[in-house]
């Protein structure tokens, strides 16, 4: 009985302690309530999509442009008195549009006129977008092309190589006094003006392997390398004495032409010959040396090559007695 009456005592207690919170949550959520200010209820529907944004009855609106300003003005204060002076006595003008810059060629030329990277090829194509323009060089390789384009005025090398040109006329390398290399490897030459590269003042390499000439034209002076290799010479194709006056020559390469001679005289800065596979027959003592003066050397002509030629080396000995070395040759 004692047990009963103390758990009854337990349940009053909590059952009073419950009423008391529950009066105490009801008290502070009215406080909350009274707190709130009333403000009338504002439906938008169509009648006010015609309304600015500053003319609605919302509260947070006029919040938000107070809020603005005063960021603005602290953003101003921020920025120094005098900074602030400067900028509102300067007065706002339009800054002038740079000029576009105009291309230039290699040559330092102006390019309007006529494209933006003339000079023009036959097929009406800038030669600089046909081909690969790198400063004063020029790289037209396998453009399929069938003449010699025009080139920048200021043209020190020039490659077309693996294209399909077939003459080199009097005037396609007219005016290029800095040029200094041509390489026309692998087309379908077969004809080239006397003159081509005749008045080339500083034409130092001429490379015009794998073609089909057959007739050698008038070269400068200045040249240090000729390659005209693999090509249709024969017997006639060089005239006589056609390298005589090139005394900056030092490298003569005419492999695969089917010579049946050594092209004299040679000049004394030679200092390699190329003439392999070629139908010579004979050599001559006084091809590379002097028979009457036997202290004579020519040190300069290191290379000779005679292979694939149907002569016998050795019937001539007296022919390489100047020489540092002995041909490379048939000696049997």
Known sequence: M??????GKREKEKSRMKTFVNIFLGFFI??????VPITDTVTYDSEFYDVSLGELPHPFVSAENDQSDQVETEIGTAIPSIIQESYSS????????????????????SAQGSGVLVPQTQDGLPTCLLCTCLGTTVYCDDRELDAVPPLPKNTMYFYSRYNRIRKINKNDFANLNNLKRIDLTANLISEIHEDAFRRLPQLLELVLRDNRIRQLPELPSTLTLIDISNNRLGRKGIRNEAFKDLHELQHL??????????PLPLPESLQALHL?????????????????????????????????????????????????RLPVGNLI
């Open 253 to 262: 390469y005419i492999t695969d032409n089917n010579l049946d001679h050594v």
């Open 276 to 324: 392999q596979n070629n139908n010579i027959q004979e050599m001559h003592e006084d091809t590379f040396c002097k028979m009457r003066d036997f202290s004579y050397v020519r040190r300069a002509l290191e290379d000779i090559r005679l292979d694939g030629n149907p002569i016998n080396l050795s019937k001539t000995p007296y022919a390489y007695m100047c020489l540092p």
């Open 30 to 35: 009215f406080e909350s309530v009274g707190a």
């Open 90 to 109: 300067a007065p706002l003008t339009e800054e002038p549009e740079e000029e576009a810059s105009t291309p230039k060629l290699i040559d330092g030329s």
């Open 2 to 7: 004692l047990i009963r009456r103390q758990q």
